[in-house]
């Protein structure tokens, strides 16, 4: 079984910085692709940031191109996703999710969503 864990979550003020995190763990041998989604009431979910395999760099939504950086981190057993959002503004506020593309080992290759962390960007 994989778990997808988001945290970091919260309010911050207009202009203000936030980090999520994203600990991917489970039956895992490999992780490919890596991305955050976010979805806002009443919209759709949408890709912000997204993390290829191999030596690809990341690529941003035109909303968040600057201020966001996703990163990854892979420690034996577990994997670790981040999103540094800076900068933020209300349009910001939005449910996040962290999203993985996971190679496991009885031998399939799945497409897993965390269970998402709200983010509220208000005075």
């Keep these: 079984q994989v778990q997808l864990v988001e945290s ?35 919209q759709q979910r949408e890709l912000v940031a997204f993390l290829p395999s191999g030596a690809a760099g990341a690529t941003y939504s035109e909303a968040v191109k600057g201020r966001f950086a996703i990163t990854i981190a892979r420690d034996n057993a577990k994997t ?6 800076n900068s933020l503004k209300a349009e910001d506020t939005a449910v996040y999710f ?26």
């Design 8 to 42: 970091g979550g919260g309010l911050v003020q207009p202009g203000g910085s936030l980090g999520l995190s994203c600990s991917v763990s489970g039956n895992i041998f490999a992780t490919y692709a890596v991305g955050w989604y976010r979805q806002a009431p009443g």
């Design 80 to 85: 670790q996703i981040s999103l540094q959002m």
């Design 98 to 123: 962290c999203n993985a593309d996971v190679g496991t080992h009885d031998g399939f290759r799945r497409n897993y969503f965390g269970q998402g962390t709200q983010v509220t960007v208000s005075s």
